[in-house]
């Protein structure tokens, strides 16, 4: 029997008087079937004290990333791979997006607005409305900060929201809040 490996993003967030967000890959095997990685785990929480909180959460597939201007795609995937994420996939509109997303399981959508044919919009509420994609953490990226727009997004499901241009360190904090709701 071949094991495959593949990363597993673990998100501890600690609550004292200050949060703490931590992002870390570790090798994964089967999270569940690891009982050292499990007793580590504990451990690290534990020493935080009981004032602290915990929250680890496991993301094992792949990052959708949509947009329709290739350069986008790339800055995206970049910053991803800033961030250790390794496994991202492409769409270059909302249809194409909706075809992978039926076809395989994703952690995580990060899809541009503006698109054609199929919108990001469009793309969102087709998500939510499918019961199996419906739960799929999703961020919507934009040019535009219409205050109209956010409502929209929000309304139809999106889990967070990011503004043109962007960085690093705001894509992570985006990604964090969302692993963290």
Known sequence: MELVRQPVFLLLMTCSAVFNVFLATVPYFGFGDDPK?????????????????SLVLEITEN??????????????RNLLKQLGFENV??????????????????????????????????????VRQDPGLAKTPFIMVTAESK????????????????????NAQTLQSKIEAVFSE
């Open 89 to 126: 996939d492409e769409a270059q509109d909302g249809g194409t997006a909706l075809m992978k997303l039926r076809d395989r399981n994703y952690g995580l959508v990060i899809s541009d607005w503006n698109m054609e044919p199929m919108t990001g919009y469009e793309l969102l509420k087709e």
């Open 147 to 166: 205050t109209e727009n956010v409502i929209a997004a929000k309304k139809a499901g999106v889990n967070n929201y990011i503004v043109k241009p962007f």
């Open 37 to 53: 990685l499990v007793k580590d785990l504990e451990k690290m929480m534990h020493t935080h004290g009981s004032k602290a909180e």
């Open 63 to 76: 990052v959708l990333i949509v947009d329709d201007y290739k350069t986008m795609l790339r800055i995206i």
